[in-house]
């Protein structure tokens, strides 16, 4: 059995509402602008599949999970596998995000854990979550995400 002790957390603030946040994380037309893919659901409650899409012609699906836990606006919990390992259940890992009002900010916590330690996984989502993020803290208060 591979070990999976591995996780990886990500606590920003952004001058937003909760319902923002929630909704740029699930809304594909929002995840674009500050992301470079859509996350798609057809319903994003537990038990939907989701992927990650890429903005290519192609609209070649990378990442897909399934949703664990939903509570708009304040958590949402998936499960993630690169597409190609999609067959593979020990090669998902699952993600967090929570969502708490701060007065008139909004304090995200992305936790993503079941991951190998030293794996490619745990390399790519270490250099792309912080990105990630910073895109969608500068869109959410400026309107403009970063360019990926």
């Known amino acids: 059995m591979t070990d999976r002790s591995a996780s990886f957390v990500y606590v920003t603030y952004i001058r937003t509402r909760p319902e923002k946040v929630f909704e740029a994380i699930t809304r594909p037309e929002v995840a674009r602008r500050y992301w470079g893919h859509e996350n798609v659901s057809d319903s994003w409650t537990p038990g939907a599949a989701w992927q990650h899409v890429r903005l290519d012609a192609a609209r070649t699906v990378d990442l897909v999970g399934e949703v664990i836990e939903s509570d708009p606006p304040r958590?949402?919990?998936?499960?993630?596998?690169?597409?190609?390992?999609?067959?593979?259940?020990?090669?998902?890992?699952?993600?967090?995000?929570?969502?708490?009002?701060?007065?008139?900010?909004?304090?995200?916590?992305?936790?993503?854990?079941?991951?190998?330690?030293?794996?490619?996984?745990?390399?790519?989502?270490?250099?792309?979550w912080p990105k990630v993020l910073s895109s969608l803290k500068s869109l959410l208060e400026t309107g403009r995400g970063m360019a990926l």
């Open 75 to 128: 958590r949402l919990v998936l499960s993630w596998a690169n597409e190609s390992r999609r067959q593979e259940p020990d090669q998902y890992s699952r993600v967090t995000f929570d969502i708490v009002p701060e007065g008139e900010m909004v304090r995200l916590t992305v936790t993503h854990e079941d991951l190998e330690p030293g794996g490619g996984m745990l390399a790519g989502i270490s250099r792309g």
